[in-house]
Structures are given as structure tokens and as C-alpha cells.
């Protein structure tokens, strides 16, 4: 069972690590991590790199995709090789998933339209510029395509999947296994819940990197 996991300068760690540490465990898995080019990718602070093994041209029918995202896919949007490869692998995969705004890059290959999908909830308003319904929930399936939403929610994805994929009781053994057991010392995880001015400081400090 091949796992592309897609990366780009600007990625968000934790969108495909999350999910990684969930489906690299899976019987049979073979992960494999691409972009466009092989070779090292930076995250979006610069500080961490990981690499891409694979050029896009060598992965082209993975069981599995998982887009995540970053404040690069703003560009991506825009990128038709990116598409173009998201699209072409969507055609034969078992799943196609997202995490965080790795959603709007599924939504602009034209994979969301008319369906019911999340993303960062900063840019979940934008999946409908694209024919996709916003929804405010933390991992949406419509058929074979799995969306989540901000970051740590990709492990949530995983686990949806894995369970899928190999049950209910592998899935909990995985999430025992990781001791993904959320005890967070704030409440303020959601745009729902944080105080209104922790939700305009974060404003602040995205509008100094978008």
C-alpha cells in the first residue's frame, strides 16, 4: 500500500508528520515522500527541513495522497504542475486527503467541488471560492476524500483512516501506541472557544506572514 506524502518549501511540519506517524504503521505500508522535485524541502519558519525521496514524475498511482499544508499552497493555488500531479493521482487513488489548508490545493484540482470539506478555520471561508462547502468540523469524509482541519487535526485524519483501513481496534492500538491523549494546559484551540483577543493577536501575527 503506497503513501505519498506531499511536500513543499513552506510546509507545515506538523501536517504531514501527524499523519505520518499514524499511517507509516499501517500493515504493508510504503511511504513515500515527494515533490516536485526530490530533494530538501524547508518548512514554513526555515528551521526544520525534511526530504522528498521522490520527484512527482516517479509517484504517479500511490493508494494513498496526503496534501497538508503551509502558507505556501496560497501560490500553489496557482501552480498547475502541483495540480496537474494532484489531480492525475487522485484519478487511482483508494484515498485522497488533506490537512489544513492542503485543502485548498484539493479543492483548486477541482476534487471538491460540490463536497463537504474543512481546512484551517483562517482559510476555511475560501474552499468556496472554489465549488467546495465549508464545514466547520475537524475531519470530513465525502466518499474517498478526507479532509481536516488545522494542523494537529491531521492526526485525527490518520486515525479516521486507519481505522478504515485496518479497524477500529488497530486504530486504537496506534493512538495508545503514539499516547495521543490530548490534556492541552488551554482551552483555546479552536476560533470557537479562544478569548477574542488571543484570536486577533494571531491575526496580527499571520498578516506579517501571508
Given at each position: 500500500m503506497q503513501i505519498a506524502c506531499f511536500l513543499f518549501d513552506g510546509i507545515t511540519a506538523l501536517d504531514i508528520v501527524g499523519p505520518y506517524e499514524v499511517l507509516q504503521r499501517l500493515p504493508e505500508a510504503d511511504v513515500r515522500f515527494v515533490a516536485k522535485q526530490a530533494g530538501e524541502i524547508r518548512t514554513d519558519n526555515k528551521f526544520l527541513a525534511l526530504v522528498a525521496d521522490h520527484g512527482i514524475d516517479e509517484i504517479t498511482e500511490p493508494d494513498i495522497v496526503v496534501v497538508p499544508g503551509g502558507f505556501a499552497t496560497r501560490a500553489l493555488e496557482h501552480d498547475e504542475e502541483t495540480l496537474?500531479?494532484?489531480?492525475?493521482?487522485?484519478?487511482?487513488?483508494?484515498?485522497?486527503?488533506?490537512?489544513?489548508?492542503?485543502?485548498?490545493?484539493?479543492?483548486?484540482a477541482g476534487l471538491l467541488e460540490g463536497k463537504e470539506a474543512t481546512s484551517h478555520?483562517?482559510?476555511?471561508?475560501?474552499?468556496?471560492?472554489?465549488?467546495a462547502i465549508p464545514t466547520a468540523r475537524r475531519v470530513v469524509e465525502q466518499g474517498k476524500v478526507i479532509t481536516a482541519a488545522g494542523v494537529s487535526?491531521?492526526?485525527d485524519m490518520g486515525l479516521t483512516l486507519?481505522?478504515?483501513?485496518?479497524?477500529?481496534?488497530?486504530?486504537?492500538?496506534?493512538?495508545?501506541?503514539?499516547?495521543?491523549?490530548?490534556?492541552?494546559?488551554?482551552?483555546?484551540?479552536?476560533?470557537?472557544?479562544?478569548?477574542?483577543?488571543?484570536?486577533?493577536?494571531?491575526?496580527?501575527?499571520?498578516?506579517?506572514?501571508?
Open positions: 496537474d500531479w494532484i489531480r492525475a493521482v487522485d484519478a487511482n487513488t483508494t484515498w485522497t486527503t488533506s490537512v489544513c489548508t492542503g485543502s485548498m490545493l484539493l479543492a483548486a478555520w483562517a482559510s476555511l471561508p475560501r474552499l468556496a471560492d472554489y465549488g487535526s491531521g492526526i486507519a481505522a478504515k483501513i485496518a479497524g477500529d481496534e488497530f486504530a486504537q492500538a496506534v493512538q495508545l501506541g503514539i499516547e495521543y491523549d490530548p490534556q492541552p494546559p488551554f482551552d483555546a484551540g479552536s476560533v470557537e472557544k479562544a478569548p477574542d483577543q488571543i484570536v486577533e493577536l494571531l491575526a496580527n501575527m499571520y498578516a506579517g506572514r501571508v
